[in-house]
């Protein structure tokens, strides 16, 4: 039986799935990037409709006095690895406006010496 919990949270990825897809026809991002997230939405639906199928693997690694236990260190890890590439993405963009403006600024310099 499903319970109330795994309602919402199948409700929440099927919605997240469904935002993954409306961006990635704005051309948002890449149809790499739209299948890494379609995977983990998916497998996320796979875990709340299955749970009993990370039972073996949660054994093997020590975590079985509480599932959640296994789902919240993998979460953290997953969102830590997300907030890294973010941060470098975001410095790499500030990079990128920063030398936009240097440009921009020499030539109006330019401009202002020729006239």
Request: glycine share 4%.
């Amino acid at each position: 039986m499903i319970g109330l919990l795994q309602i919402f949270g199948i409700l929440y990825l099927l919605l997240m799935l469904y935002m993954t897809f409306l961006y990635y026809k704005r051309n948002n991002y890449s149809w790499r990037s739209f299948a890494f997230w379609v995977a983990v939405w998916s497998a996320g639906i796979v875990l709340l409709l299955f749970p009993q199928t990370s039972s073996t693997f949660t054994q093997q690694l020590g975590v079985t006095a509480r599932v959640i236990d296994f789902y919240l260190i993998i979460g953290l890890m997953f969102f830590s690895v997300i907030a890294f590439f973010s941060f470098i993405t975001v410095k790499r963009n500030e990079r990128k406006v920063e030398d936009l403006v240097r440009k921009f600024a020499l030539q109006e310099r330019k401009k202002k010496r020729r006239s």
